[in-house]
């Protein structure tokens, strides 16, 4: 596809339950983020891989979040045992060169 | 203090009317800013990059002052199709590494 692509669209997750967000970037972008963003607030960086290197993962908010990008392309973002506080949507981003960073539509997830 | 902060508004205008809107950064050492647009319940994209310069792409101009850490945009003729929320985005490294810190966002809507 000629966009970011995340899945699934919308996740309700009851406390407690682990998910699995996926992001598949752009073909041949090597970077790739992820963000978290909360009802009424600006995405918040999370995680970023360039390549299968995850380089940075000062975003994470506890142990619950990991993220793998095992191969250079797809990445997963794992929440495990989730609270009603990781409700937000989580927005994956990727990008070759010049700073630019293409979103995707998000993964909106909801803890009950 | 936020590294990004900005004037949540939300600004409500009529059509064709001129707005701006501010931004300050507190990192001095940053390298990249932006201007994304958001809307409702979608995901940010890139509007313009900002450069010291001053930038212009139609009815929108980005300045960026460096000295001050402040960055704005101004809108002019607004139209209805304006009517989103305007992220100011600041890159501190520079180069396709950096993830991006975004500001809250400020909200327009653009009245008939």
């Known amino acids: 596809g000629a966009g970011v692509s995340q899945s699934p669209r919308y996740k309700v997750a009851k406390r407690g339950q682990d998910v699995a967000l996926r992001c598949d970037p752009i073909?041949?972008?090597?970077?790739l983020f992820w963000y978290q963003q909360a009802l009424g607030q600006g995405p918040e960086f999370l995680t970023y891989?360039?390549?299968?290197?995850?380089?940075?993962k000062s975003g994470l908010p506890s142990d619950r979040f990991f993220a793998e990008r095992p191969e250079g392309s797809v990445s997963t973002l794992k929440i495990q045992r989730t609270q009603q506080e990781d409700s937000a949507v989580y927005l994956c981003?990727?990008?070759?060169?010049?700073?630019?960073?293409?979103f995707g539509a998000g993964t909106r997830l909801s803890v009950l | 203090r936020k590294e990004v902060e900005q004037d949540p508004g939300p600004f409500n205008v009529p059509e064709g009317a001129t707005v701006a809107f501010n931004c300050t950064y507190s990192?001095?050492?940053?390298?990249?800013f932006f201007w994304y647009r958001q809307d409702c319940r979608k995901e940010p994209k890139l509007l313009m990059s900002?450069?010291?310069s001053g930038n212009e792409d139609g009815r929108f101009t980005a300045q960026l002052n460096r000295a001050s850490q402040y960055i704005s945009l101004l809108i002019r003729d607004s139209k209805l199709s304006d009517s989103a929320t305007y992220l100011c985005?600041?890159?501190?490294?520079?180069?396709?590494?950096?993830?991006?810190?975004f500001g809250k966002g400020t909200k327009l809507s653009v009245k008939p």
């Open positions: 981003a990727s990008s070759w060169a010049k700073n630019i960073q293409y």
């Open positions: 073909s041949g972008h090597v970077s």
């Open positions: 891989f360039q390549n299968e290197a995850q380089l940075d």
């Open positions: 990192n001095s050492a940053s390298q990249s």
């Open positions: 900002v450069y010291s």
């Open positions: 985005v600041v890159n501190p490294q520079g180069g396709s590494q950096g993830n991006l810190i």
